[in-house]
């Protein structure tokens, strides 16, 4: 029997935030950036359940929570308070939790096969992991709630974990009781779980796969189970089949331990778009140094591919990317190349219309591990 959880930290960013500033708590929170009194650019990463109730959420422009904070405001309720995202303090968060999660979830005695424990990292604020060993829901349960009551006691921050026979129904049922939730859906009560679920609660259904859907009169998951599977392999190749098992609430994906990391990469939105030389060249500098930082602090020590994002007024995005003939670890070597990736969009090369931009994005992929030292 497969008993696999899945761990998503509540508001996860604002609620580290709080529970490190005293002066914060109770208070409307949103991390993300500077609003600059409704004229800043970019979005929000989080926003607490105190700043959801103003109608403030993840991926809102940051110009749209100011004013939805000052219409609150104006109703005498607290305004929001902006932070800006301190990636570090997250990262180190995400690290303590792992460790907790690890330390109840496998057991003392490693008689077992490798498939019957393990922890999954799906994100900074996401885990997976199996509880297979113990045999019983009763059991697993247990662990999950010493789980959640360590990192209450030693974050100040909780989490809602979900608890089912595979990854899929364990990943949506620790979202149906947030905040601080527990739910445990068993497989013989997994399709009728999801069935009147909106679509979009089905991992890679996103919105332009929404909009789709809708127009063939599909909203909930019971509606999508009228299509076969040959249905939906048209309809979405590879991907249809597996959504055809999904609604059904069928997955028989594993813990992957170890999740490799692909990319190391930052990106800024500008104050005002501008092709100003000088202006750009200082904020492709910082983003440069803090993903060579990153990088430094990953554990790999080489890497291969370099590639650059950059957004236009328009919205019109463009990437390039240079792969290196050799493994690198030199900080000089990212930025000559990097910088090479970015000058045609400055001038007539790749931006003819000399469109002013509002974007810049650099990462960092396709690591290795040499053991030769970080050339700096």
């Known amino acids: 029997m497969r008993i696999i959880a899945h761990l998503d930290m509540d508001a996860f960013f604002a609620s580290v935030e709080e529970a490190d500033s005293p002066i914060f708590a109770g208070k409307p929170i949103a991390v993300g950036c500077d609003p600059k009194e409704g004229l800043g650019r970019g979005v929000i990463s989080t926003a607490n359940y105190k700043a959801r109730e103003y109608g403030i959420h993840s991926a809102l422009p940051i110009s749209q929570a100011w004013q939805l904070s000052q219409k609150a405001k104006s109703e005498g309720k607290p305004e929001v308070v902006f932070l800006s995202v301190n990636f570090k303090r997250y990262t180190e968060v995400s690290e303590e939790i792992f460790r907790i999660i690890e330390k109840h979830s496998i057991p003392k005695k490693i008689n077992l096969s490798h498939k019957e424990c393990g922890v999954e990292p799906a994100s900074i604020d996401e885990f997976y992991f199996d509880l297979s060993f113990t045999k019983s829901f009763k059991k697993a349960k247990e662990i999950c709630f010493k789980i959640k009551k360590e990192i209450k006691d030693k974050f100040k921050i909780t989490c809602s974990i979900g608890l089912a026979s595979n990854k899929l129904i364990a990943k949506i049922s620790a979202g149906v009781k947030k905040p601080d939730g527990f739910l445990i859906v068993k497989q013989k009560d997994a399709e009728s779980f999801l069935e009147n679920m909106k679509i979009r609660e089905i991992p890679g259904i996103g919105p332009k796969t929404e909009f789709l859907l809708n127009k063939q009169n599909v909203i ?50 500008f104050e005002k778009d501008t092709l100003n030389a000088i202006y ?68 007539k090369r790749k931006n003819p219309k000399l469109k002013l931009i509002r974007l810049l994005g650099v990462k960092l992929e396709k690591f290795e591990n040499q053991n030769l030292g970080l050339g700096i």
């Open 280 to 347: 750009i060249g200082e904020i492709f500098e910082e983003l440069c140094e803090n993903v060579f930082e990153r990088f430094k602090n990953s554990g790999f020590t080489h890497f291969k591919t370099i590639s650059i994002t950059v957004r236009f007024s328009g919205f019109e995005t463009k990437t390039s990317a240079k792969t290196l003939k050799k493994p690198s670890c030199s900080k000089k070597d990212f930025k000559i190349e990097s910088l090479k990736l970015l000058l045609p969009y400055l001038d």
């Open 220 to 269: 909930i998951v019971k509606d999508l189970k009228r299509f076969t599977e040959n249905d939906l392999t048209k309809m979405f190749g590879k991907w249809g089949a597996d959504l055809y098992y999904k609604v059904r609430g069928i997955d028989n994906s594993s813990i992957v331990e170890n999740r490799v990391v692909k990319s190391i990469g930052e990106q800024t939105t």
